[in-house]
């Protein structure tokens, strides 16, 4: 499967924003999803996750209340709803997926993800 994330661009503190995750080549919904991110002289981290089964989704702390993951299927496309922007939130913002049936507790380890797109860089300006 191949996925293009796109959405990013220039945004001030508080702001919202909305990433997509076009895939192709595959069918979504065999695949677990998620998003991570890599700022600046920093490792990429997880920020959310959504199984592919279900409503069951995942998010990093610092995240959590602010961002939401979401998937349209029939759409091929996965979402992140970026709320209440913050300057740390600065970053290249990637997704991912994996049809990994050993999902389990693993959906915040990059190695798990055996696809991914090329990242769209999020600028939030204080």
């Known amino acids: 499967v191949q996925l293009q994330a796109s959405g990013g661009g220039l945004v001030q503190a508080g702001d919202s924003l909305r990433l997509s995750c076009a895939t192709s080549?595959?069918?979504?919904?065999?695949?677990?999803t998620a998003w991570f991110r890599q700022a600046p002289g920093k490792e990429r981290e997880f920020v959310a996750a959504?199984?592919?089964?279900?409503?069951?989704?995942y998010y990093a702390d610092y995240v959590k209340g602010r961002f939401t993951i979401s998937r349209l299927n029939a759409k091929n496309t996965v979402y992140l709803q970026m709320n209440t922007l913050k300057p740390d939130d600065t970053a290249i913002y990637y997704c991912?997926?994996?049809?990994?049936?050993?999902?389990?507790?693993?959906?915040?380890?990059?190695?798990?993800?055996?696809?991914w797109g090329k990242g769209t860089l999020v600028t939030v300006s204080s």
């Open positions: 080549g595959g069918t979504l919904s065999n695949y677990h």
């Open positions: 991912a997926a994996t049809s990994t049936a050993s999902y389990g507790s693993l959906y915040s380890n990059a190695r798990v993800y055996g696809y």
């Open positions: 959504k199984r592919r089964n279900g409503d069951i989704t």
